[in-house]
């Protein structure tokens, strides 16, 4: 029994994770309507800035903010510079965008830093907090994540700003004649997605060390978590995330086996899109032809 708890709570601080980065995808795809591929490797890329500060001795959590503010900037400039000259181009345009973006990332980080392995630090406590089921970084991830979600819930509900990039997800042609500034609203998107990309990566550095290639599979699992809990729904995809998190653990504990964990991915991404594709908490709209 204490091995299945352990699994499960595992699971769920994974699943924050995993939900940090559905959360990202969620934000690009209500303002584009389109995955972001290269989401994983812009949170690697932010988490390698991160890592640059703190061992140039900035402590951790002043390296956290900075980053995130960082990533902010990033996330904006890629919007208007890369994806808006795109915007109106065929998807398949898009999807090639985004993979490119995926390997220009990964190449000039590996080119910067190095393909290396490092190792990031962790701003939790060693010792477990709440027994043998949980550590202190498991605990600090669903800690970050559900404020982050919290966040973001009192941004879009109760701020100007958050209506107006509701808004213009909803309708980008009529939040246009009513005066908001479209373009801008896109790119606030990218820009609070790209920092809440940076917050998935450094929460996952320290469980799966630093690496060019550490977003890789973690990419996968959001994108499952996103689907999960509907694509245009960030409620649903903390949801989605969790669900994620403990279901690959106890699959791959009980059923598959540690080598095929990925495979669990894939298989809800199937298996949603097959059955249900607007996800548990989605939206189906219906037009008239």
């Known amino acids: 029994m204490e091995a299945f708890l352990h699994q499960v709570f595992s699971g769920l601080a994974n699943g924050a994770i995993y939900a940090s980065l559905a959360l990202a995808l969620v934000m690009i795809y209500q303002s584009t309507h389109h995955i972001n591929f290269a989401q994983g490797e812009m949170a690697m890329f932010s988490t390698y800035l991160a890592w640059a500060m703190i061992n140039a001795g900035v402590p951790y959590w002043a390296a956290f903010g900075l980053t995130v503010v960082a990533s902010f900037f990033i996330g904006m400039i890629i919007e208007r510079v890369i994806v808006r000259r795109v915007a109106d181009a ?16 990964n190449s000039i980080t590996g080119w910067i830093f190095s393909y290396t392995i490092k190792v990031f630090p962790s701003p939790f406590p060693e010792q477990p907090l709440f027994g043998p089921y949980i550590s202190s970084h498991e605990a600090g991830v669903v800690g970050i994540t559900l404020f982050v979600l919290l966040l973001l819930f009192l941004f879009f509900r109760f701020t100007s700003l958050g209506l107006a990039m509701r808004a213009t997800a909803e309708n980008a042609v009529s939040s246009r004649l009513s005066g908001i500034r479209v373009g ?16 998935a990566g450094m929460m996952v550095a320290p469980i799966v060390y630093l690496d060019p290639n550490m977003m890789s599979g973690i990419l996968l699992y959001g994108i499952a978590a996103a689907l999960m809990g ?46 249900k594709p607007t996800g548990l908490f989605g939206r189906s709209f219906v037009t008239r032809v």
């Open 230 to 275: 509907g694509i245009d729904n960030p409620f649903g995809a903390v949801v989605g995330g969790l669900i994620v998190g403990v279901l690959e653990n106890l699959m791959g504990a009980y059923v598959v086996g540690t080598e095929l964990k990925l495979t669990v991915a894939l298989l809800v991404i199937i298996g949603v899109l097959i059955f």
């Open 184 to 199: 801008w609203m896109l790119a606030l998107g990218w820009g609070l997605a790209a920092a809440i990309g940076a917050i």
């Open 90 to 105: 065929p998807v398949l345009t898009l999807v090639v965008v985004f993979i490119a973006l995926l390997v220009i990332l």
